[in-house]
């Protein structure tokens, strides 16, 4: 089974910034779309921001737009989200998503997931 490892999580300050990183097991991994969920203590799991694989085109949930970016990097079979702007509100375990086909992409259903990185953001 194709395994997904984020990295990139810490303790910053309001205001601070940090790069998630995500890579799959195997390079010969295939999917549709990556994305990134996060989960805050006493709250669902949320979607963040996903990408379309081979496109490159990005979809954010509102209170991310304008402070997080996603990416990826083929080469490396490797996904990034880069916070800014890190409130308070943002502390979570971030997790890294793989949406193998379209249809997953469609329902924001995700058939592969990481482990998950702590962001904890405090003065």
């Known amino acids: 089974q194709v395994q997904l490892v984020e990295s990139g999580g810490g303790l910053v300050q309001p205001g601070g910034s940090l790069r998630l990183s995500c890579a799959a097991s195997?390079?010969?991994?295939?999917?549709?779309?990556m994305g990134w969920f996060r989960q805050a203590p006493g709250k669902e799991r949320g979607f963040v921001a996903r990408?379309?694989?081979?496109?490159?085109?990005?979809y954010y949930t509102d209170s991310v737009k304008g402070r997080f970016t996603i990416s990826r990097d083929n080469a490396k079979n490797t996904v990034y989200l880069q916070v800014n702007s890190l409130k308070p509100e943002d502390t979570a375990v971030y997790y890294c998503?793989?949406?193998?086909?379209?249809?997953?992409?469609?329902?924001?259903?995700?058939?592969?997931w990481g482990q998950g990185t702590q962001v904890t953001v405090s003065a």
């Open positions: 998503a793989a949406y193998k086909t379209l249809m997953e992409a469609v329902s924001n259903s995700p058939g592969y």
């Open positions: 195997e390079r010969t991994f295939s999917r549709y779309a």
């Open positions: 990408i379309l694989w081979d496109s490159g085109a990005t």
